[in-house]
């Protein structure tokens, strides 16, 4: 008896994969965050890299389980490149571990307003390229830069790329989870 060989992806669950690429500061850490803030708000603190970061364990436990329960990835896309993997994720608790892209020099986020310059921007200009009917949300609060935001949103449609700039005082928040929730899985119109 032949050995039964994988299934192939189905072209469904292909077109319903989606691509997280999640930045830190300002997204999952806001800071500084008054003390009635991190009570009402369920905030923890941490320590890393030298660093002390406020975070909602709920967010935290929200990426956990869409990657556990859904078609999606997550790819840390911060200029805490590597430091995500070996810092963050033991200290935030996460029972994944998440791939990095690895910020190439020491601009940080110096260019995030120049969507040629910024390395983010690159990031995502090649994994789109890469990825030709691939599906991401892209989180960075400098994703509020105007004309990063405008270029990205005039080439790729809302369908393929949903950009999620949080305030960086704020990071996400349940309203942005829900965004998120739906651009991965849109209801079936009737």
């Known amino acids: 008896m032949a050995a039964a060989t994988p299934s192939p992806t189905s072209a469904r669950r292909q077109e319903r994969h989606v691509t997280v ?91 995030a307003d120049d969507p040629q310059l910024w390395w983010k921007a690159r990031a995502m200009e090649d994994w789109l390229a890469a990825h030709e009917h691939g599906r991401a949300v892209w989180i960075d609060d400098d994703l509020a830069a105007p004309t990063t935001r405008e270029y990205f949103i005039e080439r790729y449609a809302p369908s393929r790329l949903k950009l999620i700039a949080p305030d960086f005082a704020q990071g996400l928040t349940k309203a942005h989870l829900k965004e998120i929730r739906e651009f991965a899985y849109p209801k079936e119109d009737s």
């Open 21 to 111: 690429f999640l930045d830190v500061d300002g997204v999952l850490n806001s800071y500084p965050v008054p003390k009635l803030r991190i009570m009402a708000e369920g905030r923890k603190k941490l320590r890393a890299w030298d660093y002390e970061l406020h975070y909602r364990p709920a967010v935290i436990a929200f990426f956990d389980r869409l990657v556990e329960t859904h078609e999606v990835d997550v790819v840390w896309l911060s200029t805490w490149s590597q430091r995500c993997k070996t810092e963050l994720e033991p200290k935030f608790g996460l029972r994944n571990s998440f791939a990095v892209i690895e910020m190439p020099d020491e601009t940080h986020n110096r260019y």
